[in-house]
Nanobody, 124 residues
Framework: QVQLVESGGKLVRPGDSLRLSCAAS????????VGWFRQAPGKEREFVGT????????HVADSVKGRFAISRDNTLDTVWLRMNGLRPEDTAIYYC?????????????????WGQGTQVTVAS
């Protein structure tokens, strides 16, 4: 198994920036693509972005394009979600997820392993 732990969530003001981290352990992380998802109370889990296993390509949802970016460093077994220009509607629990594979994966059902989530709250 691979274990994932998110960190970095906090209360921030609109317009602020924040970096979330996803730290992996347990198996060879270089074999796993990673996705970021978020879920607000009463809403469906929403795709945020994904990065391939070697960090060569990534994709983020249209709703966050131009503001969010994903990166990874497999020597550190870590994936980051960098969030700029945060808005109140970005408030959610953010989860990272992983699956073995060489592609990008866009839906929650495609992922096998999940972290516990970290809360991001954007409020003035």
């Amino acid at each position: 198994q691979v274990q994932l732990v998110e960190s970095g969530g906090k209360l921030v003001r609109p317009g602020d920036s924040l970096r979330l981290s996803c730290a992996a352990s347990g198996r060879a992380f270089v074999n796993y693509a990673v996705g970021w998802f978020r879920q607000a109370p009463g809403k469906e889990r929403e795709f945020v972005g994904t990065i391939d296993r070697d960090g060569r390509i990534s994709h983020v949802a249209d709703s966050v394009k131009g503001r969010f970016a994903i990166s990874r460093d497999n020597t550190l077994d870590t994936v980051w979600l960098r969030m700029n220009g945060l808005r109140p509607e970005d408030t959610a629990i953010y989860y990272c997820a992983a699956r073995a594979g060489a592609e990008l994966y866009y839906t929650h059902s495609q992922y096998n392993y999940w972290g516990q989530g970290t809360q991001v709250t954007v409020a003035s």
